[in-house]
């Protein structure tokens, strides 16, 4: 059983570009959940899916950011316009039923320009 | 809001020395906290997960404790070797949707 996967694990953009993010969860698992850690400082919880719906997404920025985790296919974060400061690593974890341990990815390490 | 930290934020021991990592979370209504570990550009690997319930969980050289009441939690590592340097990170869980995490100890075991 694979663990998390997530895609691409490093990724370099320009300011203004889009930046998406994916992450296909452990089978079986329907719930993903997206964190952010920006440098030196802990993991930020961003926002909670489970297939075809947006749970919680009170971490989440207002603008430029969104989510979706379709019925077929990997979750994607997708931040459009990026700017410097989103310059972050993105981990992505996925756990059955919600009261479970969270699985963790291995992070995407985007660099803005 | 929860805030969780974590003291000391790095830690450096001898190989073989036994070791005490220390977590503290502000609001004690929690459903369960988390040890995991980071190693340098990878992602998180969880260690122990304990239940609001229980006091303590135990796997091999670890031992992590909750008290819940206090808002504390501590991971004890026996016998330190050099493959457990890395970032420590307590997380707790306070609803359904989510892990506030600490920002982590550092630790390196010198061989």
């Known amino acids: 059983n694979a663990g998390v996967m997530q895609n691409p694990r490093h990724l370099v953009r320009r300011r203004g570009q889009e930046a998406r993010l994916r992450c296909s969860p452990m089978?079986?698992?329907?719930?993903v959940y997206w964190y952010r850690q920006l440098p030196e400082e802990g993991l930020k919880f961003m926002v909670y899916?489970?297939?075809?719906?947006?749970?919680?997404e009170s971490g989440m920025p207002k603008e430029r950011f969104s989510a979706e985790f379709p019925k077929e296919g990997p979750s994607i974060l997708r931040i459009q316009q990026v700017v410097r400061g989103d310059s972050a690593a993105y981990f992505c974890?996925?756990?059955?039923?919600?009261?479970?341990?969270?699985?963790f990815g291995p992070g995407t390490r985007l660099l803005v320009l | 809001k929860q805030e969780v930290t974590q003291i000391p934020a790095a830690l450096s021991v001898p190989e073989g020395e036994n070791l005490v990592l220390n977590c503290s979370f502000t609001?004690?209504?929690?459903?369960?906290l988390q040890w995991f570990r980071q190693d340098p550009g990878k992602g998180l690997t969880s260690l122990l997960l304990?239940?609001?319930?229980?006091r303590e969980q135990t796997s091999g050289r670890l031992n992590a404790s909750l008290d819940k009441s206090s808002g504390r939690s501590t991971l004890y590592i026996a016998a330190s070797q050099p493959g457990d340097s890395a970032t420590y990170l307590c997380?707790?869980?306070?609803?359904?949707?989510?892990?506030?995490f600490g920002t982590g100890t550092r630790l390196t075991v010198i061989p």
């Open positions: 974890a996925s756990s059955p039923p919600v009261w479970e341990t969270q699985y």
């Open positions: 089978k079986g698992h329907s719930h």
């Open positions: 899916l489970q297939k075809e719906n947006i749970i919680d």
């Open positions: 609001d004690s209504a929690i459903y369960n």
């Open positions: 304990i239940q609001s319930s229980q």
């Open positions: 997380a707790v869980r306070t609803g359904a949707n989510n892990l506030f």
